[in-house]
């Protein structure tokens, strides 16, 4: 049995199954992020995009990034760097208008 899930995944030992779980794990995570939207907008009756999808986004989009870095494939790795890039500046402005909105709040009192 262990042969034919090696065969399968195209792996030779148990070292690079983990580094494949791990990539079907951060796939998970980061596909998870359009169920959080969709049910988010259902609620808001209105396309929404809350906090979490950014943080689905970034944690999906880093554990990617390390699989794609063990594989050594360029072009996975441009595409998941780009995009915790935007991510990680998305949770920066997110961020940034809560401590504004705060400190706004805080002013009027």
């Known amino acids: ?3 034919a899930v090696f065969d399968f995944l195209k792996i030779e030992n148990w070292f690079e199954f ?3 779980a791990l990539g ?3 796939q998970a995570i980061f596909a998870s992020r359009f169920i959080v939207q969709w ?8 396309s ?7 943080y689905l986004s970034i944690s999906g989009g ?4 390390a699989y794609a ?6 072009v996975f790795i441009l595409g998941q760097s780009t ?11 997110i961020r940034r208008t809560k401590h504004t909105d705060a400190d706004a709040v805080h002013t009027q009192k």
């Not at 049910?39 to 209105?46: D, F, L």
């Not at 929404?48 to 950014?54: G, L």
């Not at 880093?62 to 990034?65: H, Q, R, S």
């Not at 991510?87 to 920066?92: A, E, G, K, Q, S």
């Open 39 to 46: 049910i988010a907008s259902e609620k808001e009756a209105r």
């Open 1 to 3: 049995m262990q042969e």
């Open 24 to 26: 079907f794990v951060a």
């Open 69 to 74: 870095i063990y594989r050594q494939d360029p």
């Open 48 to 54: 929404y995009v809350p906090v979490a999808f950014w």
């Open 62 to 65: 880093l554990l990617m990034l």
């Open 18 to 20: 983990w580094w494949v």
């Open 83 to 93: 995009g915790v890039i935007v991510y990680t500046r998305n949770l920066m402005l």
